[in-house]
């Protein structure tokens, strides 16, 4: 029963471009400092931090307006 809840849940949002990405962000992190890849990690998190501090491209679910792709731009723009 559990399970097919999620998967309805999921469902609801699917295809919406509102999902917040930063624990999976988050988790890259953890995996790059896991494979040695410390540098990369720290960049990583201080996009993360920096967009954060910044608040203009954050997620419905942290009181902004930026779709999932904005955020992720915006991420990928400070990493590079």
Known sequence: RRQRQMCIRDSDIAGQNIINPTAT???ACMMLEYLSFEEAAIKLKSSLSQIY???NLL???QGGSATTT????AIKGLVE
Do not use: V, Y
């Not at 904005?70 to 731009?73: E, G, N, P, T």
């Open 25 to 27: 962000i988050l988790s």
């Open 53 to 55: 501090a910044e608040g």
């Open 59 to 61: 997620t419905k679910d």
């Open 70 to 73: 904005q955020f992720c731009d």
